[in-house]
């Protein structure tokens, strides 16, 4: 049982430390109408090394392609763009991703109008075709944030390891529904500061602060573990409520690349956290599920378990602190 343990949790580091924490992974679609009917694309799509994924965007039949495509690799995606002009212009007409049907991502869309006016959407290997909208409705607003925030959660691993190390930490059901609750108070206020831009602070430095409070809440564990009590064991929705405010700078990072209407700004900002907050609490039924499963089945000591767990966050942790710091 140790050596099925060791293997296990040798994997899930491996897995974890080659994994980008932070990084929304579907392809990207933006489009900037530059003219009446003239629209310059970007055209962004995950790659590794020399490798991109065989994802390509077809425009109405109309539409004619002013300008050649010119691209290469910026970091973990490849890039290209071009321009063209769609006689009678884009709304109401469809855009299709050729590719998007066999893989498992998602393609976000982001049309900008002369007007400033924009429209985000999310395309779906079930359907990965994306009906230019004549006019924005609250509802296809409201929708398509929600599902960006949950997407956006459950792919920020940094997130959901501090919020799983919060379970660790805390045995008391009604302490540990405060802290996270004010976990989410935290971070809901900083995410809309930040996107309002009523305040901004540099992502890089964000990202690895958002490391550091995760080794903090690992040493928190082990040391609890050992009996030492301090004021983060004794009120840890006061830990939980700073670092959040931290988190929330890291959504918002993210909303900021995927862009706000210039119409229901605060309903896109709502239902984006909503989302966020809809996929947190699904992390966090899935995780108590899973450790009440453990406990039931009692194939190894628990507590042992528990003891390695916060070793294993905690160098993960440790392990981007580093390469974020790195990267700066």
Known sequence: MSRFLGLF??????????ANAHELRPAFLEINEIAPESYAITWKVPARGEY?????????????????????HIDTAYV????????????GKTVFIGG????????????????GTTQTS????????????????PWGTAKTYFFLGVQHILEGVDHLLFVFALLLLIRNPRMLLLTITSFTVAHSITLAIASLDVARLPQSPVEALIALSIMFVAAEIIRSGRGRRDLSSRYPWIISFVFGLLHGFGFAGALREI?????????????????VEAGQLAFVAIALLAVASFRLVRLFDFSRMHFWLAYLIGTVSAFWFVQRVAGF
């Open 52 to 72: 991109k994924m065989a994802l390509s965007v077809h425009l109405p039949d109309a539409c004619q392609q002013m300008t050649d495509p010119v691209g290469g």
């Open 259 to 275: 862009g706000l209407p210039q119409k229901d700004v605060p309903l896109a900002l709502f239902t984006f956290n909503l989302g």
């Open 80 to 91: 290209s763009r071009w321009q063209v002009k769609c006689p009678g212009g884009l709304s």
């Open 100 to 115: 998007l049907s066999s893989t498992f991502t998602d393609a976000l869309a982001k049309l900008t109008n002369l007007d």
């Open 9 to 18: 949790f040798w994997c899930l580091l491996w897995v974890t430390c080659t």
């Open 122 to 137: 999310r395309i779906a290997p079930s359907d990965p075709n994306l009906t230019i909208a004549k006019s924005l409705t």
